[in-house]
């Protein structure tokens, strides 16, 4: 008979008052697709308010300069900060409450009050750099949580599995030089923000904390769970984190608009499946999820309730053995070139 799991999610429609121009795909009816997931499963969830970040949480990671040029923008706003993106006069106390949620979230976990939690907030966070807001992002949310988890709640080794079609270059740039992070992703290559090619493997002391798996176009289920299977699981296994944080967006499904990937809610379910195993195996279940990218409301939607699927289960099915690649795959390639970076650090790679 399956264990009972405590799942907690954080949502909070003050998120819609962060506003792009219209149009923007960055919009308040994210959280709408999100949260028809989220209802459909409400009575098995254990809901966790969300509150604002607090200056100390955010100075974690962002300089106070920071800080000041997001408020003052606001205030004037609505404002562009870059090509791709605005603030609006609520963006600034926005970004603090979706830093606050993701927090809470992962502390929620770390605390033992809830087994795994799901932060369902706007806008992401993965592209901000520390002095930077960037790609539809203005504070980094996941390296927000992750510093006030090894500040405030004794967690010190931590895992950043980042699942978006978008290299989190700014969660990559952030951790970079920290050994206790792990930072890996998968991510459509070559394409926004340009970075992520898997030579990029951390610096100094933090040389090999950073995998990068980047993916081709095209790539569906197959090749996510397939790369999670043969180089997360490895490298997890060998980092050994006390705690897994993903950096959860949907814009890998096949109908989302601004990237070229066909994963489906077979896909997402089965991720979903691979982190919760990791989290079961290695650090007593604690996993939390802070959602990132997806702009396409069905798959928005299917995203979330495969995972929430994923995370509500008793008895996951065993995914038995992995198939070996095909011969001159898209699989096999990006296997064997992340093989080519890390496998000498780390022992299995590549199997399954």
């Keep these: 008979m399956g264990v009972t ?25 994210r959280l709408e697709a999100v949260g028809r997931a989220i209802e459909a499963r409400r009575q098995r969830l254990t809901p966790i308010p969300a509150r604002p970040a607090q200056d100390e949480e955010i100075l974690a990671v962002h300089p106070r300069e920071h800080l000041r040029l997001l408020e003052e923008t606001a205030r004037r706003g609505p404002a562009q900060l870059d090509p791709d993106t605005y603030v609006s ?11 606050g949620a993701a927090v809470d979230a992962a502390r929620a976990v770390a605390q033992g009050r809830v087994r795994t939690a799901f932060a369902a907030v706007r806008p992401p966070g993965h592209h901000a750099e520390a002095a930077r807001a960037m790609g539809f992002c203005l504070l980094n949310n996941v390296a927000i949580a992750t510093r006030a988890l090894q500040r405030e709640e004794a967690v010190e080794r931590i895992l950043l599995l980042d699942w978006d079609v978008h290299h989190g270059n700014g969660t990559q740039h952030l951790f ?6 792990l930072y890996v992703s998968t991510h459509q290559y070559p394409f926004y923000p340009g970075t992520g090619a898997a030579e990029e493997a951390g610096r100094g002391r933090g040389e090999g904390a950073t995998v990068n798996i980047p993916l081709p ?3 569906g289920d197959a090749e996510y769970v397939g790369v999670l299977r043969r180089i997360v699981v490895p490298v997890a296994m060998r ?8 950096s959860c967006g949907f814009d890998a499904h096949r109908d989302d608009p601004l990237a070229s990937m066909e994963v489906g809610a077979e896909g997402f379910l089965t991720m979903g499946r691979l982190a919760r195993a990791l989290a079961d195996d290695l650090c ?51 296997v064997r070139r992340v093989e080519g970076v890390h496998g000498a650090r780390t022992p299995g790679l590549g199997s399954a």
Excluded: I, K, Q, W
């Design 239 to 246: 980092f050994r984190p006390e705690l897994l944080l993903v």
């Design 217 to 219: 176009a095209g790539c």
């Design 176 to 181: 970079e030089e920290d050994p206790n992070v």
């Design 89 to 99: 006069a609520a963006s600034f106390d926005v970004a603090r409450l979706a830093a």
């Design 5 to 29: 799991r405590t799942v907690g999610v954080v949502e909070d429609r003050r998120c819609d008052a962060h506003r792009g121009p219209p149009g923007h795909p960055e919009r308040p009816e």
């Design 284 to 334: 007593g279940g604690r996993l939390a999820l802070v959602l990132e990218g997806g702009y396409a409301p069905s798959g928005l939607t299917a995203g979330t309730g495969a995972v929430l699927d994923a995370l509500l289960e008793a008895d996951p099915p065993d995914p038995g053995p992995a198939p070996e690649p095909e011969p001159g795959s898209a699989l096999a390639a990006v």
